[in-house]
């Protein structure tokens, strides 16, 4: 059973931090990569950042040097630290594999996602 809990977003000012976090099962061993994706209201969803099972990481232009995604292979999770953050970063963020599980010919499961709102 694919489960992918993301938790850690809130309300936070603009420069401000947060630390996001998500427990991957089900899903986590069809790929060597784990990524943290986000949706804002009205655009479609984007990739923000990867990491592979041995740690090499890919950020996108928007989140570089400000963003820093981990995982911990033991417990099957990944993290986003978010820092300065900006109302552009405001949307639900998801993780999943990577490339997502379309690309892969599996089912598209997602979770919830955890909702980040950055105010100016």
């Known amino acids: 059973q694919v489960q992918l809990v993301e938790s850690g977003g809130g309300l936070v000012q603009a420069g401000g931090s947060l630390r996001l976090s998500c427990a991957a099962s089900?899903?986590?061993?069809?790929?060597?990569?784990m990524g943290w994706y986000r949706q804002a209201p009205g655009k479609q969803r984007e990739l923000v950042s990867t990491?592979?099972?041995?740690?090499?990481?890919v950020y996108a232009d928007a989140v570089k040097g400000r963003f820093t995604i981990s995982r911990d292979n033991t417990k099957n999770t990944v993290y986003l630290r978010m820092n300065s953050l900006t109302p552009e970063d405001t949307a639900v963020y998801y993780c999943?594999?990577?490339?997502?599980?379309?690309?892969?010919?599996?089912?598209?499961?997602w979770g919830r996602g955890t909702q980040v709102t950055v105010s100016s």
């Open positions: 999943n594999i990577f490339p997502p599980p379309l690309q892969l010919g599996l089912p598209d499961y």
């Open positions: 089900g899903i986590i061993e069809r790929s060597n990569a």
């Open positions: 990491i592979t099972t041995s740690g090499n990481t």
